[in-house]
């Protein structure tokens, strides 16, 4: 593993999967497709209350969203639980991360897990890989790697992309299992070319590194650009650090400024941190020590509600200018960022 010193931050994790805030990943599109059209919702219900389990979820689905029909997640939650009981995997599976995250329903771990291993045992991929993540943090059970490990298998067997880059941590980590820089790679490599934008910068950082793979800088800048055309906040960094630092590529400021730019609005905390400096310094921008100020404290704040059990003070932003907080790539679960598919699937049935 290389060795990180340099005045703005240059590595974060960003290559695991996931989403911050749920309710931003149900905004994004995330949305009802079982009903075509208002006047079948009333058709679809009559189906449900009929005992078709499908169109139970899709009423929930409906219900959830507003789709169709007035918001309500209370009904969504009890056409959810009808669904469950007629043995519905993915209602199982919904019902199961609205426990976990407290989404209108009274948060319950233990109560997650459960629905996970059902879900899990009646196949559903993303189950196996949630309650993977349960068993790999210790959440509504006792932390097992060996647990976490099997039901991460499971789920990459059946090509689920994002328990291909939870079983690679673990393999780069050598978590319940021997360190082996080369089976992560292979794991994120083939996330990666599955279209998994976290995978995408993992591959990146590892062509940067020569981590389970030779050091290649032209090959982990493509996939560093890949990482950021698909979304990843981490991608979007990397390439500001590279452009800052002149690294495989010309030294220009004013590229680095857009790259940390497009991170930090996408809540990349690092990328705030080293826009502010750029903005303090006038280095690719005009320098503007409001701005600076502006994008030191929604770093500090991001970092205030970052992971849970945190028990470090924040620095104050005076304290940032003075020493950054440098961040490796295995830093995992400290930049706020949530393991993989710990939000909501509700949208049209296709099993």
């Known amino acids: 593993m290389r060795s990180l010193a340099c005045v703005l931050i240059t590595g974060c994790v960003f290559g695991m999967c996931g989403a911050q805030e749920i309710p ?12 075509e059209d208002v006047n079948s ?6 189906a449900a209350y009929e005992g078709d389990a499908n169109a139970m979820y899709d009423v929930a689905s409906a219900y959830f969203h507003g789709k169709y029909t007035v918001q309500d997640t209370a009904k969504a939650v009890q056409w959810l639980r009808e669904a469950c009981e007629a043995g519905h995997s993915r209602a199982m599976l919904n019902l199961g991360l609205m426990y976990k ?6 948060k319950n771990v233990d109560e997650a897990v459960i629905l996970f291993r059902k879900s899990a045992q009646a196949g559903n991929l993303k189950a196996m890989h949630n309650l993977g993540i349960a068993y790999e943090y210790g959440e509504g059970v006792q932390r097992n790697s060996i647990e976490a490990l099997q039901w991460y298998q499971q789920a990459v067997e059946g090509g689920n992309l994002c328990a291909m880059v939870s079983l690679g941590w673990m393999y780069k980590r050598g978590d319940g299992v021997a360190e082996n820089e080369d089976k992560a790679f292979q794991l994120f490599l083939k996330a990666a070319e599955g279209g998994h934008a976290g995978a995408m910068y ?7 590194c020569g981590d389970g ?13 890949k990482a950021a055309e698909a979304g ?3 991608g979007m960094f990397a390439l500001g650090n590279l452009y800052h630092k002149g ?14 730019h497009k991170a930090a609005d996408a809540g990349n905390w690092g990328a705030m941190l080293n826009l502010a400096l750029l903005y ?17 404290q929604k770093a500090l704040e991001l970092r205030s509600s970052g992971p849970s059990g945190s028990s470090q003070p924040q620095p104050s932003p005076s304290q940032v200018r003075v020493t950054v907080e440098l961040r490796d790539s295995d830093d995992r679960g400290q930049v706020g960022e949530p393991p993989d598919e710990d939000l909501l699937d509700l949208a049209k049935v296709d099993e």
């Open 101 to 106: 995250n407290g989404l209108g329903i009274e």
């Open 202 to 208: 993992n591959v990146g950082f590892a062509y940067e």
């Open 232 to 234: 990843n906040s981490g």
């Open 213 to 225: 793979v030779d050091s290649d800088m032209s090959t982990a800048i493509e996939w560093y650009e």
């Open 24 to 35: 931003q990943a149900l905004a994004a599109g995330v949305a009802a497709q079982a009903v």
């Open 247 to 260: 690294q495989g590529v010309a030294q220009n400021n004013v590229e680095a400024a857009k790259w940390y």
């Open 41 to 46: 919702f009333p058709q679809l219900l009559e």
């Open 280 to 296: 303090e310094c006038g280095m690719g921008v005009a320098k503007d020590s409001a701005a600076a100020d502006a994008w030191y």
